[in-house]
Structure formats: C-alpha cells, structure tokens
C-alpha cells in the first residue's frame, strides 16, 4: 500500500513537500517514483529514484525546482518541489515498481493546486 500526502493549493513560486509511505512490501528492493495527472491526459513521469538512491531522473519540466528522495528506514520516498508553477497543478500519484519480479504499486494521488 502506498499513501501519499502533502497536497495542497500553493501559490506560484511556492514549495510544498510530498511524502509517499508504503506498507506490506520490501519498500527497500523497489524503485520509486512520482508522476502526475491532468485531467484529460495521461500520466507522466515526474521523478524517479532506483532503490539505494542511487541514480534519480527528472522530467525536463521540473529539473532544478524538483528533487526527490527516499528514506529506506522510514519505507517513505518525499518530492520536494520547489518554485511551483501554475503547470505544476495536477493530481501526483507515488508508484514503486520491482522489474525484477513485476510488480508495480501506485498510490491513491494527492491533489497539487498551484494558483494565487
């Protein structure tokens, strides 16, 4: 199970941090990561983190304003974001993922409003 929160209206160039907490799985042999949603489109991949931390990669869009990390003892990955644009709003969802054995896990979204 994975629960994001931190969600929330911020206004442009404001921060929020994310967190995603996962429950009954090996959180520490997954990799980890953010996408987003607009209504209307499909999800894309915000950030991604491998399961040691690493190696991370960005969507061009937030490289600079994003940066996301993992704490394999709290079994918890954060999205620390940055200098919000209006762009930004979007529903975030949190997703871990073993290729290995195939298995993929996504959250439930939390709800991310950039406006003044």
């Known amino acids: 199970q994975l629960v994001e929160s931190g969600g929330g209206l911020v206004q442009p160039g404001g921060s929020l941090r994310l967190s995603c907490a996962a429950s009954?799985?090996?959180?520490?042999?997954?990799?980890m990561s953010w996408y987003r949603q607009i209504p209307g489109k499909g999800r894309e991949l915000v950030a991604a983190?491998?399961?040691?931390?690493?190696?991370?990669n960005y969507a061009d869009s937030v490289k600079g304003r994003f940066t996301i990390s993992r704490d394999n003892a709290k079994n918890t990955v954060y999205l620390q974001m940055n200098s919000l644009k209006s762009e930004d709003t979007a529903v975030y969802y949190c997703?871990?993922?073993?290729?290995?054995?195939?298995?993929?896990?996504w959250g439930q979204g939390t709800q991310v409003t950039v406006s003044s």
């Open positions: 997703m871990a993922d073993w290729t290995l054995i195939n298995r993929e896990y």
């Open positions: 009954g799985f090996s959180f520490s042999n997954y990799r």
């Open positions: 983190i491998t399961n040691n931390s690493g190696r991370t």
